[in-house]
Nanobody, 116 residues
Framework: QVQLVESGGGLVQPGGSLRLSCSAS????????MSWYRQAPGKERELVAI????????TYADSMKGRCTISRDNAKNTVYLQMNSLKPEDTAVYLC?????????WGQGTQVTVAS
């Protein structure tokens, strides 16, 4: 069964860090473009970071540039999002997306709350 499962969210103080994980089942995520999105209450879903298949070129949203790093561990079939210097406005559900020429999959999301 094809599945994306996110983990690593939680409550963190402003200025703190979190590492989110997205583990894939039943497909090889290195052959997919993998992305992290986020959605805050009452707001549209926003792209945070992308890592392309193959060479793994990365792209970041301006709102997170310099504060996060997307990476991929092919052996573990897992994508990560390391987030640093977190701000209250980063509070959202973070979702993992896998996209190829033919298929697209979404995870259920993991909640990140930045508050003191």
């Amino acid at each position: 069964q094809v599945q994306l499962v996110e983990s690593g969210g939680g409550l963190v103080q402003p200025g703190g860090s979190l590492r989110l994980s997205c583990s894939a089942s039943a497909f090889t995520l290195s052959t997919y473009t993998m992305s992290w999105y986020r959605q805050a209450p009452g707001k549209e879903r926003e792209l945070v970071a992308i890592i392309n298949s193959g060479w793994g070129r990365t792209t970041y949203a301006d709102s997170m540039k310099g504060r996060c790093t997307i990476s991929r561990d092919n052996a573990k079939n897992t994508v990560y999002l390391q987030m640093n210097s977190l701000k209250p406005e980063d509070t959202a559900v973070y979702l993992c997306n896998a996209r190829s020429r033919w298929y697209e999959y979404w995870g259920q999301g993991t909640q990140v709350t930045v508050a003191s």
